[in-house]
């Protein structure tokens, strides 16, 4: 299987700061990368998808970058709402995997 | 607007077999897979595995080969995933996840609510 490895684990931040979270995959998977926001108690929702793609309804401060193996996921002006726990997955495979997720805590 | 309805939530004893549901409605069931994914008490989200539509073609996680079954109805556009031989770290949220495809890439791209299955003695 294609291992998936974000950082970090978790982190602090303020409202207003820029934050960037990296996946890492153990093996090249081109721009087959999404990313999850999970805010808590809730079902996941697909923030960006093929590696840089917004998904409609996003807000336009989050972003997405990387190919290969290094994928980084961005959020300019962290705003409350967005302190929830992060995800990366590949479906470079038939048998998709997620990175062990990031969590974004209020500072 | 697409929906992904699953089953309520289940207790189990240890050994016993759980089978949730997940009906989809606002599209067309057979022309998108679903995955099902679980989440553990304060850990992060597993793939579980995933199932065409369509065809019923399936691939399962390795770590779960021969405990689970993932199955559809297209009759009633119904989505299911049967887990066996449970234990207690088989507690956990599963969700059922229709699939998208867009530039190339597979995405989960409509969530169920979750259904919480315990399992204990």
């Known amino acids: 299987d294609i291992q998936m490895t974000q950082s970090p684990s978790s982190l602090s931040a303020s409202v207003g700061d820029r934050v960037t979270i990296t996946c890492r995959a153990s093996q090249t998977i081109g721009t087959s990368l999404n990313w999850y926001q999970q805010e808590s108690g809730k079902a996941p929702k697909l923030l960006i998808y093929?590696?840089?793609s917004l998904q409609s309804g996003v807000p336009s401060r989050f972003s997405g970058s990387g190919s290969g193996t290094d994928f980084s996921l961005t959020i300019n002006s962290l705003q409350p709402e967005d302190f929830a726990t992060y995800y990366c997955q590949q479906s470079y495979s038939d048998w998709k995997t997620f990175g062990q997720g990031t969590k974004v805590e209020i500072k | 607007q697409v929906q992904l309805v699953q089953s309520g939530g289940e207790v189990k004893k240890p050994g016993a077999s759980v089978k949730v549901s997940c009906k989809a409605s606002g599209y067309s069931f057979s022309s998108y897979g679903i995955s099902w994914v679980r989440q553990a008490p304060g850990q992060g989200l597993e793939w579980m595995g995933w199932i065409s539509a369509h065809y019923g073609d399936t691939h399962y996680a390795q770590k779960l080969q021969g405990r689970v079954s993932m199955t559809r109805d297209k009759s009633t556009s119904t989505a299911y995933m049967e887990l066996g031989s449970l234990r207690s770290d088989d507690t956990a949220v599963y969700y059922c996840a229709r699939e998208s495809e867009i530039l190339g890439v597979v995405m989960l791209h409509y969530w169920g609510q979750g259904t919480l299955v315990t399992v204990s003695s």
């Open positions: 093929a590696a840089s």
